[in-house]
């Protein structure tokens, strides 16, 4: 794994990302704005509507088999093509965070089937996991998500699965950012 790298996410009036919908999909929604950056390390962009701060780290709960599939077959971010993409951030329950490893990975997996799900929209969908609970942060997780225009319903149907899941009851807050470039 490459070290933790730190994320800055700034929603305002600037960026390369238009935002063209957030909605609050459950608890508290994130204030409008037009635009949006995400940046590596240090932000250089002054403050905007609202900041959302994370890092990027290691797996918790991907077994060795997952985790080269997942390695064989996803894209990284930032292909030319995609010019659509989603910020998702998530928080999930005390309920959930009261859990041991084996139990958060067994409702994650077995029961939810999140990996194998995500896996039918690779690579078509790009992402990175953001992790910030630990960084005191009003969510626990800024997932990113990238793809072409053409695989935007492909996206859409992977988000109901994925919510219609024994994991997502002890999701909390979630914010769906919806982004487009030229
Ligand atoms: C975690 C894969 C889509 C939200 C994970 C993990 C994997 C994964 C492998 C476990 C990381 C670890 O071991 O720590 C995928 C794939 C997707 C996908 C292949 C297909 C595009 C999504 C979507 C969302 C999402 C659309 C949000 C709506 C999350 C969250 C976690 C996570 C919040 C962290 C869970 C936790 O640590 O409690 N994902 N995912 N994923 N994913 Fe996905």
């Known amino acids: 794994m490459p070290p933790p790298l730190p994320i800055v996410v700034t929603a305002g009036e600037t960026g390369p990302w238009q ?7 459950a608890g508290e929604g994130l ?29 918790r709960y991907t077994a060795e088999a997952e985790r080269d599939r997942l390695a064989s077959v996803q894209e990284g971010l930032g ?13 999930k329950s005390e309920a959930w965070w009261a859990l041991a490893q084996d139990a958060r990975r067994a ?41 072409a225009p053409e695989h935007e319903s492909a996206f859409d149907t992977l988000l109901a699965r994925l919510r219609a899941t024994e994991e997502w009851r002890y999701v909390e807050r979630e914010v769906e950012i919806r982004l487009a470039r030229d």
Do not use: M
């Open 19 to 25: 935002i063209t919908a957030i909605r609050a999909v």
């Open 31 to 59: 204030a409008p704005a037009r635009r949006l950056v995400v940046e590596e390390g240090q932000a250089a962009a002054a403050p905007g509507a609202w900041r959302l701060r994370g890092v990027t780290s290691h797996l």
């Open 79 to 91: 292909r030319p093509a995609a010019l659509r993409a989603a910020l998702i951030p998530i928080r």
């Open 107 to 147: 409702i994650l997996e077995e029961n939810s089937r999140h990996i194998a799900i995500g896996l039918d929209y690779l690579p078509a969908v790009a992402r990175r996991l953001i992790h910030s609970r630990d960084l005191g942060e009003p969510f626990d997780f800024l997932t990113w998500f990238e793809f």
